[in-house]
């Protein structure tokens, strides 16, 4: 346990949360105009990395529980509560245009029995949210 600045100093960080940082910033600059622009969009999304493992450059790893996965999207719809999102779809449905936009990127979710791919009009379904 660290008592003050100077057992601090020199101390530098794990990054352990760098992945996240650069899949989050990734959310929002590839897939944010369309996820605030529609909120079947923000289902599609919450579906596609909720319980989900998403393995990037360099074998980065990510991995989001249900109620994170809602922060992400409330985030990337720069909304206040990520409770709205939580659980508003089906875990684990990839939906196809998600999984494209983010492969260009070098990110991929990993195969899993909860994972499966969607379909590109599924955004487009009325959900409730």
């Not at 989050?24 to 579906?47: K, P, Q, Y």
């Not at 875990?91 to 990993?110: E, K, T, Y």
């Amino acid at each position: 346990m660290f008592s003050g600045k100077d057992d601090l100093r020199g101390v530098a960080s794990s990054c352990v949360r760098r992945p996240y940082k650069l899949f989050e910033a990734l959310l929002d600059n590839a897939l944010g105009d369309r996820v605030r622009a529609d909120g079947a969009c923000g289902v599609d999304l919450w579906c596609a990395i909720a319980g989900v493992t998403w393995q990037g450059p360099g074998d980065q790893e990510v991995r989001f529980s249900f109620r994170q996965a809602g922060d992400v999207v409330a985030w990337v719809r720069e909304e206040a509560d990520g409770f709205d999102w939580y659980c508003s779809g089906e875990p684990g449905n990839v939906a196809d245009w998600i999984a494209r936009i983010l492969g260009q990127s070098g990110w991929a979710p990993l195969p899993s029995p909860n994972v499966g791919l969607a379909q590109e009009g599924d955004a487009q379904q009325d959900r409730p949210i």
